[in-house]
C-alpha cells in the first residue's frame, strides 16, 4: 500500500486536513456545511440531548437558535456552606447556637438550546484542568476537543484510508503556557487525540511546518537562511531556519508572542464600532426641580458579551433591555445609537459584527478603505488603512524587537529569503514591516493551507 503522509492544522479559528503521497497534496473536505469545506471554522455546538455538529454548520444553528430568542433566567441552587459562629481564645475555638447552612443559588438560562465553542486550542496551555459546565454536565476540555476532532479521522475512513501516522501543528507559544516546551498543552491534545481514535501523533512547529510546503516548491542554496513569519488568528510565530546541502534544513531557532488576528478583530470592534453603539454617550433627563441634566450610558456593562459573541444573547435579558428602553426614548445620536445596539442584541449580531470586520481587513490589504455595512442594524461606517494601523500600534513596535531578537540569538542581521503565511499577515502594515526590514526578499505563501500540507509533508518523510 502505498504511503500517505497526514497533517492537521488545527488552528484558533480555523482547521485544515492535508494528505500528501510524495507527489501531490490533497485537502480533504471536512466543514461539510459548505461544498468546498477544505478550511472548517474551529467550532463545536453540542445541544441538550448532547448531539453535536462541528465547522460551518455549529455557527449556523448557534446564529439560528438564539437569534431573537427572549432570556429566561432562572434561580437554581448550586451548592451550600456551612456558618460556625462562636469564640476562639489562644487554643480553643467553642461553638455557639449560632451556626448554620447557607444556600448558594445560581442564575442560569434555563432555556438555552445549546452550547457553542470556538477557539478551544486557546485553553490547552493553561496550567490548571479545564472543564466546561454544559447543562448540568461539567466536560473536560479533551472532551469537547475529541467531539471537534473525531468527524475528522472519520472524513478520512470514508475514503478508504487508514493513516498510520499523522503530524499536528502547533505554535512556538501556547496561549496561557508559560514556557516554549508548553507541555500542559501537549499532553491535552495528545489525550484529545487518543480519545478521538487519530494514529500516532507527532507535532511540529506551525512555521517549520510552513517551510516544508515552501521548499518543495521552492528552493534555496546550501547555507542559505530562510525567516518563517506566521500570523493567524490565535498567535505569531517565527523559525529560522538554514539549507542544508543534504536538500534538507536545519531549525536555528523560534519565537512568538501569542496575540494575533482575533485580537485585532476586537480591537477594532471596540475602537470603531462600540461608538456608533452609544459608548461614551450622554443620556438626557430632567431633574425633580425641571432642570435638564444627563448620565453616562453605561455602555461597559454590554461590552465583554458584545465582545464574546457567543453569549451576546444574554443581552436579551431584562437587567439590560430596561436600561436600554430608557436610551430608546432619547432624540438625537443617543436614540439613534441606542436603537442600533437594541437591533444587534435583537438579531445576536455580534458575529455578523466580527465577520465583517474581518472581511473589512482583507480589503484593505487591496485598497486605502472600505465601508463596513450591517443594514440590519443601521450600521454604515468607513474603515481605512490609519484606522487599521492605529489598532496595530502594539504589533508596529513588538514584530520588529521578535525579530531582531531571534537572529540577534544566532548571530544574525539579515535572511536571504523571508516567508509570510497566515490570514493576518496580509495586512498592509504587517506587510511593510518585512518588506522594511528585509527589503526585497519578502514572499507571500498559502496564508491558510501552507500549514497543513508542510505537516503532510513532514509526516511522509518521518
Request: proline share 3%; with cysteine; aromatic share 8%.
Amino acid at each position: 500500500m502505498k504511503k500517505i503522509g497526514a497533517g492537521l492544522d488545527f488552528g484558533n479559528s480555523n482547521t485544515t486536513l492535508a494528505l500528501y503521497d510524495g507527489v501531490n497534496i490533497k485537502y480533504l473536505k471536512i466543514d461539510t456545511a459548505l461544498e468546498k469545506g477544505a478550511v472548517m471554522p474551529s467550532a463545536l455546538y453540542l445541544d441538550r440531548t448532547r448531539d453535536f455538529v462541528t465547522g460551518s454548520r455549529a455557527l449556523l444553528r448557534y446564529l439560528e437558535d438564539n437569534t431573537n430568542r427572549k432570556i429566561r433566567l432562572s434561580e437554581v441552587e448550586v451548592g451550600t456552606i456551612e456558618v460556625h459562629m462562636g469564640e476562639m481564645d489562644r487554643d480553643y475555638f467553642i461553638e455557639r447556637d449560632r451556626s448554620f447552612t447557607a444556600r448558594l443559588h445560581a442564575r442560569v438560562d434555563r432555556d438555552q438550546p445549546g452550547r457553542l465553542f470556538r477557539g478551544l486550542k486557546m485553553y490547552l496551555g493553561e496550567s490548571r484542568d479545564k472543564r466546561f459546565k454544559v447543562f448540568h454536565k461539567s466536560f473536560r476540555l479533551e472532551a469537547l476537543l475529541n467531539m471537534l476532532l473525531r468527524p475528522l479521522r472519520e472524513t478520512w475512513e470514508r475514503e478508504g484510508l487508514n493513516l498510520s501516522s499523522i503530524h499536528i501543528g502547533r505554535p512556538v507559544r501556547y496561549q496561557g503556557s508559560s514556557d516554549r516546551k508548553s507541555s500542559h498543552a501537549v499532553s491535552r491534545m495528545t489525550h484529545a487525540l487518543d480519545l478521538a481514535g487519530f494514529p500516532e501523533a507527532k507535532f511540529l512547529e506551525e512555521p517549520v511546518a510552513a517551510a516544508w510546503s515552501y521548499l518543495d516548491d521552492h528552493r534555496l542554496k546550501q547555507d542559505q537562511t530562510m525567516l518563517v513569519f506566521d500570523f493567524g488568528g490565535g498567535t505569531l510565530d517565527l523559525a529560522l531556519l538554514q539549507k542544508e546541502g543534504t536538500g534538507g534544513f536545519k531549525v536555528l531557532g523560534c519565537d512568538g508572542m501569542t496575540d494575533a488576528g482575533d485580537w485585532i478583530d476586537r480591537e477594532i470592534y471596540k475602537k470603531l464600532v462600540f461608538p456608533e453603539l452609544g459608548a461614551g454617550e450622554e443620556i438626557p433627563y430632567r431633574k425633580d426641580d425641571g432642570t435638564l441634566s444627563s448620565y453616562p450610558f453605561p455602555f461597559a456593562e454590554y461590552e465583554e458579551l458584545l465582545l464574546n459573541w457567543q453569549s451576546t444573547h444574554l443581552l436579551n435579558q431584562a437587567k439590560y433591555l430596561e436600561v436600554l428602553g430608557r436610551a430608546l426614548l432619547c432624540e438625537g445620536e443617543a436614540g439613534v445609537k441606542a436603537d442600533r445596539l437594541n437591533r444587534l442584541i435583537r438579531c445576536n449580531g455580534s458575529f455578523t459584527v466580527l465577520k465583517l470586520i474581518e472581511q473589512a481587513k482583507k480589503e484593505l490589504s487591496e485598497q486605502e478603505e472600505t465601508r463596513l455595512v450591517y443594514p440590519e442594524i443601521n450600521l454604515d461606517i468607513t474603515l481605512t488603512r490609519a484606522d487599521l494601523r492605529e489598532v496595530l500600534e502594539p504589533f508596529l513596535t513588538g514584530i520588529p524587537e521578535l525579530i531582531d531578537r531571534l537572529l540577534k540569538s544566532h548571530g544574525l542581521k539579515s535572511v536571504d529569503r523571508v516567508v509570510s503565511t497566515g490570514g493576518s499577515s496580509l495586512i498592509p502594515d504587517i506587510r511593510g514591516i518585512l518588506e522594511d526590514r528585509f527589503p526585497g526578499v519578502v514572499e507571500e505563501w498559502d496564508p491558510f493551507r501552507s500549514i497543513a500540507a508542510g505537516l503532510a509533508m513532514a509526516d511522509y518523510h518521518s
